[in-house]
Protein backbone atom coordinates (compact mmCIF):
# COMPACT_ATOMS: atom_id res chain seq x y z
CA UNK A 1 0.00 0.00 0.00
CA UNK A 2 3.31 2.62 0.33
CA UNK A 3 3.51 2.07 -3.40
CA UNK A 4 0.23 3.56 -3.43
CA UNK A 5 0.19 5.86 -1.34
CA UNK A 6 3.40 7.35 -2.92
CA UNK A 7 1.81 7.98 -6.21
CA UNK A 8 -1.40 10.24 -4.95
CA UNK A 9 -0.78 13.85 -5.31
CA UNK A 10 -2.70 15.00 -2.16
CA UNK A 11 -2.83 14.07 1.41
CA UNK A 12 -6.53 13.62 1.09
CA UNK A 13 -6.13 10.60 -1.57
CA UNK A 14 -3.90 9.13 1.41
CA UNK A 15 -6.39 9.48 3.81
CA UNK A 16 -9.14 8.63 1.74
CA UNK A 17 -7.74 5.05 0.52
CA UNK A 18 -6.77 4.61 4.51
CA UNK A 19 -10.40 5.22 5.47
CA UNK A 20 -11.74 2.90 2.75
CA UNK A 21 -9.76 0.26 3.82
CA UNK A 22 -10.40 0.84 7.08
CA UNK A 23 -14.41 0.82 6.74
CA UNK A 24 -14.33 -1.97 4.51
CA UNK A 25 -12.69 -4.08 7.30
CA UNK A 26 -14.60 -2.78 10.40
CA UNK A 27 -17.50 -0.66 9.07
CA UNK A 28 -16.73 2.42 10.15
CA UNK A 29 -19.37 4.36 8.79
CA UNK A 30 -17.46 7.51 11.04
CA UNK A 31 -14.56 7.64 8.96
CA UNK A 32 -16.36 7.96 5.65
CA UNK A 33 -18.25 10.93 6.86
CA UNK A 34 -14.78 12.89 7.06
CA UNK A 35 -13.92 11.94 3.55
CA UNK A 36 -17.23 12.06 2.03
CA UNK A 37 -17.46 14.09 -1.49
CA UNK A 38 -21.00 14.88 -2.63
CA UNK A 39 -20.24 15.52 -6.81
CA UNK A 40 -18.87 12.65 -8.39
CA UNK A 41 -17.05 12.87 -11.51
CA UNK A 42 -17.13 17.19 -11.42
CA UNK A 43 -18.35 20.13 -9.39
CA UNK A 44 -15.62 19.15 -7.22
CA UNK A 45 -12.36 20.08 -5.92
CA UNK A 46 -10.44 17.84 -8.66
CA UNK A 47 -12.83 18.92 -11.99
CA UNK A 48 -14.76 21.91 -10.57
CA UNK A 49 -16.43 22.03 -14.25
CA UNK A 50 -17.00 19.68 -17.11
CA UNK A 51 -16.54 20.93 -20.91
CA UNK A 52 -15.54 19.85 -24.20
CA UNK A 53 -16.23 16.28 -25.32
CA UNK A 54 -17.26 13.84 -22.45
CA UNK A 55 -17.50 10.19 -22.22
CA UNK A 56 -19.93 8.42 -19.80
CA UNK A 57 -19.12 4.64 -18.89
CA UNK A 58 -21.99 3.26 -16.94
CA UNK A 59 -23.92 6.35 -18.36
CA UNK A 60 -27.46 4.59 -16.28
CA UNK A 61 -30.89 6.63 -16.89
CA UNK A 62 -29.09 10.02 -18.14
CA UNK A 63 -28.34 11.78 -14.39
CA UNK A 64 -24.86 12.25 -14.57
CA UNK A 65 -25.59 13.57 -18.32
CA UNK A 66 -28.66 16.13 -16.48
CA UNK A 67 -26.14 17.47 -14.20
CA UNK A 68 -23.68 18.11 -16.84
CA UNK A 69 -25.56 19.70 -18.30
CA UNK A 70 -26.83 21.81 -15.60
CA UNK A 71 -23.56 22.86 -14.65
CA UNK A 72 -22.80 24.10 -18.13
CA UNK A 73 -25.74 26.44 -18.25
CA UNK A 74 -26.26 27.86 -22.18
CA UNK A 75 -22.64 26.92 -23.11
CA UNK A 76 -23.71 24.43 -26.31
CA UNK A 77 -20.54 23.80 -27.46
CA UNK A 78 -19.99 20.28 -26.16
CA UNK A 79 -19.97 16.26 -27.23
CA UNK A 80 -21.40 13.36 -24.81
CA UNK A 81 -20.93 10.05 -25.56
CA UNK A 82 -23.23 7.93 -23.36
CA UNK A 83 -22.53 3.86 -22.96
CA UNK A 84 -24.78 2.11 -20.87
CA UNK A 85 -25.68 -2.12 -20.80
CA UNK A 86 -28.75 -2.32 -19.15
CA UNK A 87 -31.60 -2.18 -22.05
CA UNK A 88 -34.27 -0.79 -19.93
CA UNK A 89 -31.48 1.80 -18.25
CA UNK A 90 -30.60 2.39 -22.01
CA UNK A 91 -34.27 3.42 -22.98
CA UNK A 92 -34.79 5.75 -20.84
CA UNK A 93 -30.89 7.54 -21.20
CA UNK A 94 -31.97 7.34 -24.99
CA UNK A 95 -35.97 9.11 -24.29
CA UNK A 96 -33.84 11.53 -22.06
CA UNK A 97 -31.58 12.53 -24.62
CA UNK A 98 -33.22 12.29 -27.71
CA UNK A 99 -33.81 16.14 -28.56
CA UNK A 100 -30.21 16.77 -27.67
CA UNK A 101 -27.86 17.03 -30.80
CA UNK A 102 -24.93 16.91 -28.62
CA UNK A 103 -25.30 13.57 -26.98
CA UNK A 104 -25.01 10.11 -28.51
CA UNK A 105 -26.04 7.06 -26.82
CA UNK A 106 -24.90 3.29 -26.55
CA UNK A 107 -26.57 0.68 -25.75
CA UNK A 108 -23.57 -1.28 -24.82
CA UNK A 109 -20.88 -2.75 -22.63
CA UNK A 110 -17.50 -1.13 -22.54
CA UNK A 111 -14.91 -3.62 -22.77
CA UNK A 112 -11.08 -4.33 -24.32
CA UNK A 113 -12.76 -5.49 -27.71
CA UNK A 114 -15.55 -5.84 -30.36
CA UNK A 115 -17.79 -8.73 -28.33
CA UNK A 116 -20.40 -10.38 -27.85
CA UNK A 117 -21.18 -11.19 -23.73
CA UNK A 118 -23.35 -11.93 -21.10
CA UNK A 119 -24.95 -9.65 -19.01
CA UNK A 120 -25.95 -9.97 -15.90
CA UNK A 121 -28.55 -7.46 -14.66
CA UNK A 122 -28.91 -6.14 -11.11
CA UNK A 123 -30.71 -8.78 -8.36
CA UNK A 124 -32.91 -5.51 -7.13
CA UNK A 125 -35.28 -4.74 -8.93
CA UNK A 126 -34.20 -0.90 -9.83
CA UNK A 127 -31.42 -2.52 -11.91
CA UNK A 128 -29.19 0.29 -10.89
CA UNK A 129 -26.67 -1.64 -12.46
CA UNK A 130 -25.21 -5.17 -14.05
CA UNK A 131 -22.26 -6.69 -15.11
CA UNK A 132 -20.67 -8.19 -18.07
CA UNK A 133 -19.12 -11.46 -18.16
CA UNK A 134 -17.60 -13.67 -21.00
CA UNK A 135 -19.45 -16.89 -19.73
CA UNK A 136 -23.07 -17.34 -17.90
CA UNK A 137 -25.82 -19.38 -18.61
CA UNK A 138 -28.16 -17.46 -16.79
CA UNK A 139 -28.07 -13.98 -18.43
CA UNK A 140 -29.22 -12.23 -21.60
CA UNK A 141 -26.95 -11.14 -24.39
CA UNK A 142 -24.89 -7.81 -24.97
CA UNK A 143 -22.77 -6.45 -27.52
CA UNK A 144 -19.23 -4.54 -26.19
CA UNK A 145 -16.35 -2.73 -27.53
CA UNK A 146 -13.93 -0.56 -26.85
CA UNK A 147 -13.44 3.01 -26.33
CA UNK A 148 -10.76 3.24 -28.81
CA UNK A 149 -12.66 0.99 -31.28
CA UNK A 150 -16.17 3.08 -31.14
CA UNK A 151 -14.78 6.53 -30.94
CA UNK A 152 -12.04 6.10 -33.52
CA UNK A 153 -9.78 9.85 -33.35
CA UNK A 154 -12.40 11.53 -31.58
CA UNK A 155 -10.76 14.22 -29.40
CA UNK A 156 -11.59 13.21 -25.54
CA UNK A 157 -11.75 15.55 -22.74
CA UNK A 158 -12.85 13.55 -19.46
CA UNK A 159 -13.55 9.90 -19.04
CA UNK A 160 -15.77 8.81 -16.36
CA UNK A 161 -16.61 4.82 -15.51
CA UNK A 162 -18.66 2.69 -12.85
CA UNK A 163 -19.28 -0.33 -14.99
CA UNK A 164 -19.39 -2.89 -12.64
CA UNK A 165 -15.72 -4.49 -12.38
CA UNK A 166 -14.88 -4.46 -15.69
CA UNK A 167 -12.88 -1.00 -15.73
CA UNK A 168 -9.58 -2.44 -16.36
CA UNK A 169 -10.52 -4.18 -19.14
CA UNK A 170 -12.08 -0.88 -20.34
CA UNK A 171 -9.13 1.24 -19.41
CA UNK A 172 -6.61 -1.02 -20.88
CA UNK A 173 -8.11 -0.27 -24.63
CA UNK A 174 -8.91 3.36 -24.30
CA UNK A 175 -5.07 3.42 -24.41
CA UNK A 176 -4.37 5.36 -27.74
CA UNK A 177 -7.36 7.93 -26.34
CA UNK A 178 -5.35 8.40 -23.40
CA UNK A 179 -2.19 8.81 -24.96
CA UNK A 180 -3.41 10.96 -28.15
CA UNK A 181 -5.47 13.24 -25.39
CA UNK A 182 -4.93 12.91 -21.86
CA UNK A 183 -8.36 13.44 -21.13
CA UNK A 184 -9.05 13.86 -17.33
CA UNK A 185 -10.06 10.42 -16.01
CA UNK A 186 -12.67 9.48 -13.06
CA UNK A 187 -12.61 5.91 -13.03
CA UNK A 188 -14.41 3.60 -10.16
CA UNK A 189 -12.64 2.01 -7.90
CA UNK A 190 -14.34 -0.04 -5.70
CA UNK A 191 -15.98 -2.81 -7.32
CA UNK A 192 -13.14 -4.83 -6.08
CA UNK A 193 -10.25 -4.47 -3.64
CA UNK A 194 -7.58 -5.00 -5.61
CA UNK A 195 -8.66 -1.99 -8.10
CA UNK A 196 -8.10 -0.08 -5.27
CA UNK A 197 -4.35 -0.01 -6.44
CA UNK A 198 -4.53 -1.84 -9.59
CA UNK A 199 -6.42 0.93 -10.99
CA UNK A 200 -4.20 3.81 -10.49
CA UNK A 201 -1.11 1.84 -11.53
CA UNK A 202 -3.01 1.12 -14.47
CA UNK A 203 -3.10 4.53 -15.31
CA UNK A 204 0.26 6.12 -14.36
CA UNK A 205 1.42 2.65 -16.70
CA UNK A 206 -0.53 4.15 -19.44
CA UNK A 207 0.04 7.98 -19.17
CA UNK A 208 3.20 8.91 -16.51
CA UNK A 209 1.93 12.62 -16.98
CA UNK A 210 -1.07 12.37 -15.12
CA UNK A 211 -1.35 13.01 -11.59
CA UNK A 212 -3.58 10.12 -9.28
CA UNK A 213 -6.19 11.11 -6.44
CA UNK A 214 -8.94 8.99 -4.41
CA UNK A 215 -11.98 10.18 -3.38
CA UNK A 216 -14.97 9.02 -1.92
CA UNK A 217 -18.62 9.83 -3.09
CA UNK A 218 -20.98 7.67 -1.13
CA UNK A 219 -21.99 7.15 2.51
CA UNK A 220 -21.03 3.20 2.07
CA UNK A 221 -18.74 0.97 0.76
CA UNK A 222 -19.28 1.85 -2.96
CA UNK A 223 -18.16 4.82 -4.85
CA UNK A 224 -14.76 5.14 -3.74
CA UNK A 225 -13.37 6.97 -7.50
CA UNK A 226 -9.66 6.86 -8.93
CA UNK A 227 -9.13 10.33 -10.92
CA UNK A 228 -6.12 11.35 -12.83
CA UNK A 229 -5.28 14.84 -13.59
CA UNK A 230 -2.98 16.17 -16.23
CA UNK A 231 -0.26 18.32 -15.28
CA UNK A 232 -1.56 20.52 -17.99
CA UNK A 233 -5.13 19.87 -17.30
CA UNK A 234 -7.56 19.29 -20.21
CA UNK A 235 -10.55 21.96 -20.37
CA UNK A 236 -11.21 24.15 -23.26
Known sequence: MRHVYNMFADELSRTTLEYV???RKNHRL???????EKNQYFGNDLIPKAEG???GCGAYIGDTLERFL?????CSNYQYYAFEAEKKNYDTLFNRSRDLLNVEVYNMAVWDKQENLSFEGDENTSKVGGRVTENSNDASNINADSLDNVLGDKEVNLIFMDI???EIRALKDAERIIKSWHPCLAVSAYHK???LWE???LIKEMNDDYQIYFRHHCWNIADTVCYAIPK???FK
Do not use: R, W
Request: charged share 15%; no cysteine.
Open 70 to 74: YQLGS
Open 21 to 23: FMH
Open 232 to 234: KGN
Open 53 to 55: SIV
Open 30 to 36: DLISKIY
Open 199 to 201: IPF
Open 164 to 166: EGA
Open 193 to 195: VEH
